[in-house]
Each structure stands twice: as structure tokens, then as C-alpha cells.
């Protein structure tokens, strides 16, 4: 499986995505710069978290206008999977490739910790090594993950099943106080009519490796290659 992982000026979790990704599929994925306006061929390109740009003006807004995401865009419609991770993920709403918007956290808060997910469908490229219902824990760190979307789009997401993974607690409860953010609904990943594009607000590159402390993301990576490759 070949990969792209965007490089924005700003962004600190680029090479733990591509880490992440070179651990599944064995294959370093391409490290391409935001300001370039072509992209490999690729079967994946993956969005990384961590301030592109400072966040300044719109958390994933100046980012959303660089060059190569009119590339990102164009291989989307043309069906290569994307993935985005928190500020990814807001970096693909914002580019409109995703609905919804990612606005300043419930508590005004900047949080960083452990939380649980459950996972809502294992039919994607993105989660079929998992169980559907399974409770894993993946890292947030954030200050902008409070998931909003207008009830008409929201009614829409619940009934094509287009939301990858919920906040909840160790026993797959959801309930609001699993919700770190104050996320719509306790979601915390969504994806694309086609559910070839996923953003989501935890970061499943930091739990990827016993040595992190845990492998819950991993499944993720071994999924996309399964799918891909």
C-alpha cells in the first residue's frame, strides 16, 4: 500500500503518522509538502494533527487553502482513500470534504488524555480490524474537537451510518460525561457518503505501539492495508 502524509508548516504529529504507517504496511508513506501541487499515485492520503499554521483564524481553515489540497480534493472524488486526525480532521471539514465543522471545546479547554471510543461500523477501510461495538482507547489532544453539524445533516449521518466512532466510557456507554469535548451526539469520527474519507478528532498514531503504552490504534493502520494493498 502506498501512502501520502501531508506536511503543513506547523503540524507536530506528521511523522508520528508516518511512523505509524511504515509499521503496518512496511512502507514509507511520501512526506509532501502543502505548498506542492501534484501527489504521487497513492492508494492513501493521510492528513495529520498538530496546529497547521498556529490555528490561527479557524482551526484547519488556512490549511484547507494550501496548494496540494486541491489535490487532496481531486483524488477524494476519484475515490483514494483519505484519512484526517484532529487537525486533519478539521482541515477536511473546512476543504468540504467532510460536513460538519470542529469548534472550540464545551469547556473552552484545551484537553489532552486517554479517552474510550466505541466503535459504530466495521465495514470501512478504515475499521474492519475491528469489532463493531469494540471499546478502544485512543489519546485526544485538542482544543478545537466539539463536533457540530445542523440537525438536517446530523438526522442524515445517523441514517446512512456514517459515524466511524463515538466517545463513551470503558463499558461503551455513551453518555455526556464520556464527552470530552462536548462533541454533537458524543461523535468522534465521521466519514464520507462513499466511506472512502474518515476524519476523527483522536489520534490513533499515539497508541500504535506497545512501547506508547497501548496498540488500540493499530487496528486502524492494519486495516487501511488490508483494504488497500
Known amino acids: 500500500m502506498k501512502a501520502a502524509v501531508i506536511v503543513f508548516p506547523g503540524s507536530n504529529c506528521d511523522r508520528d503518522l508516518m511512523v505509524a504507517l511504515e509499521q503496518s504496511t512496511g512502507t514509507r508513506p511520501a512526506m509532501t509538502w502543502h505548498r506542492e501541487t501534484s501527489l504521487p499515485p497513492v492508494d492513501l492520503i493521510a492528513v495529520p494533527g498538530g496546529f497547521s499554521y498556529g490555528d490561527y483564524l479557524r482551526s484547519g481553515a488556512m490549511a484547507a487553502r494550501s496548494p496540494i489540497m486541491k489535490e487532496v480534493v481531486a483524488h477524494a472524488r476519484r475515490g483514494v482513500a483519505v484519512l484526517g486526525v484532529c487537525n486533519g480532521f478539521q482541515i477536511l471539514t473546512e476543504s468540504g470534504l467532510l460536513p460538519g465543522v470542529l469548534m472550540r471545546n464545551r469547556d473552552l479547554r484545551y484537553v489532552c488524555r486517554d479517552v474510550f471510543l466505541r466503535v459504530e461500523r466495521n465495514d470501512t477501510a478504515f475499521s474492519n480490524r475491528y469489532t463493531q461495538g469494540q471499546v478502544v482507547k485512543i489519546p485526544i489532544a485538542h482544543h478545537d474537537g466539539n463536533y457540530f453539524i445542523?440537525?438536517?445533516?446530523?438526522?442524515?449521518?445517523?441514517?446512512?451510518?456514517?459515524?466511524?466512532f463515538r466517545y463513551c466510557d470503558q463499558s461503551g456507554t455513551v453518555d455526556d460525561q464520556s464527552n470530552p469535548n462536548g462533541s454533537l451526539a458524543n461523535i468522534a469520527g465521521v466519514l464520507d457518503p462513499a466511506r472512502r474519507?474518515?476524519?476523527?478528532?483522536?489520534?490513533?498514531?499515539?497508541?500504535?505501539?506497545?512501547?506508547?503504552?497501548?496498540?488500540?490504534?493499530?487496528?486502524?493502520f492494519d486495516s487501511l492495508l488490508e483494504a488497500l494493498a
Open 150 to 164: 445542523d440537525p438536517d445533516g446530523h438526522r442524515q449521518l445517523e441514517d446512512e451510518g456514517r459515524v466511524a
Open 197 to 220: 474519507v474518515l476524519g476523527m478528532m483522536p489520534h490513533p498514531e499515539r497508541l500504535s505501539d506497545p512501547a506508547l503504552g497501548g496498540n488500540d490504534g493499530r487496528a486502524l
